[in-house]
């Protein structure tokens, strides 16, 4: 018998739900209905992928 470790998918999930919130975040930077909400729908589009892309690396 012999002993192994087993990986986790955790960088790969939080990564797929930050990827959500992009999603949502781009949706309202096109569809807001003043300058304010569009730049907020930018602003967590963009947070939200930075999160994402670290999200993969740091927890691989």
């Known amino acids: ?3 192994g470790t087993t ?3 955790t960088g790969l999930g939080v990564g797929l739900a930050l990827a959500a919130i ?3 975040g781009a949706a309202l ?3 807001g209905p003043s300058q304010i909400n569009r ?3 930018f602003g967590t ?3 939200a992928a930075i999160l ?3 999200a ?3 927890l691989e």
Do not use: E, L, P, Q
Request: aromatic fraction near 8%; glycine fraction near 8%; hydrophobic fraction near 65%.
């Open 56 to 58: 993969f690396h740091v």
């Open 1 to 3: 018998m012999t002993a």
């Open 52 to 54: 994402a892309v670290s």
């Open 22 to 24: 992009v999603v949502v």
């Open 7 to 9: 990986g986790s998918d």
């Open 39 to 41: 730049a907020a729908g």
């Open 29 to 31: 930077m096109y569809v």
């Open 45 to 47: 589009a963009m947070i």
